[in-house]
């Protein structure tokens, strides 16, 4: 592997909802340069087959590979659930790739015990993805997956802080599965946006843990021991799509907390 810490982080997600991903990259670690693709020709990601899935991921990942990215960052739930394996070995040395289960699966092992709500799209929860990596290392953690697909659209149209999201989500959080839990993992890259919401939920009794905040920390220690950190940023970032309209370059500014322009990027190769 020759990869130079100049070289830009590669993040992709199925859509401009990885920006919250992107955004807690750039916070932490403001020298580096990302690049970021939102397959929003493909959007969502959450109720399509895995074998598509699968396609997308490895696509979106050449295309950050022939950007000279040192990580591709695979910023989408649905996809790190589905598709990590596929990307690592179409990618094998040529980048660092990272998904952002792993990070948190990570922490929750660090504590090892309690009950886990996790909450995602179907794509994710329908992996099993949770319970299948937690399982067998610790007799008391208990992991409790709930598919909430209606935050996705919700978020998307704005609906985040009114009545319409507060009935959606006491909808979701009220159900047995995540009855008396002590953590739950807002395991898509929407959710950030309604964390405080969640956390009025649950009265702050419950730690929620946000996705994308974890996977910049872990992102940041790979780069560390790698010896890959940049020290100083000479090129802009670049954000591209592969179905561009304005309404997604409109809402960037919700996801990555500012507006960017977006660019027409194509992955048929
Ligand atoms: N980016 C997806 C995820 O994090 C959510 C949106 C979609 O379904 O494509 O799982």
Redesign the pocket.
């Given at each position: 592997m020759n990869l130079k810490a100049d070289n830009p982080i590669g993040i992709f997600?199925?859509?401009i909802?990885?920006l919250t991903v992107a955004h807690a990259i750039k916070e932490l670690l403001p020298n580096e340069q990302l690049i970021y693709f939102g397959d929003t020709a493909h959007?969502?990601?959450?109720d399509k087959a895995s074998y598509s899935i699968k396609h997308y991921a490895v696509e979106l990942s050449k295309f950050l590979l022939n950007k000279n990215c040192k990580v591709i960052v695979i910023a989408?739930?649905?996809a790190s659930s589905v598709a990590y394996e596929e990307v690592k070995e179409i990618i094998g040395d040529q980048a660092i790739v990272l998904n952002v289960v792993d990070p948190i699966v990570q922490k929750l092992i660090e504590v090892g015990k309690g009950k886990i709500g996790v909450i995602?799209?179907k794509g994710?929860i329908q992996s099993e993805i949770y319970p299948n990596k937690l399982k067998g290392l610790s007799g008391s953690m208990e992991v409790r997956p709930l598919a909430t697909p209606l935050l996705?659209p919700m978020i998307e149209e704005g609906f985040i802080n009114d009545n319409i999201s507060r009935t959606v989500i006491d909808s979701y959080l009220s159900q047995e599965q995540l009855s008396n839990i002590d953590k739950i993992v807002l395991a898509?890259?929407?959710y950030p946006l309604i964390k405080k919401q969640v956390n009025e939920f649950y009265e702050n009794k419950v730690e929620v843990i946000d996705s994308s905040e974890v996977v910049a920390i872990h992102l940041k220690k790979v780069l560390e021991e790698r010896g890959l950190l940049n020290p100083k940023r000479n090129e802009e970032h670049h954000f591209f799509v592969s179905d561009y309209t304005q309404a997604f370059e409109k809402s960037t500014r919700f996801f990555f907390g500012e507006r960017v322009k977006l660019e027409k990027g194509s992955i048929w190769s």
């Open positions: 997600d199925s859509g909802g990885g959007l969502p990601y959450g989408c739930h649905t995602g799209t994710t996705c898509c890259t929407h």
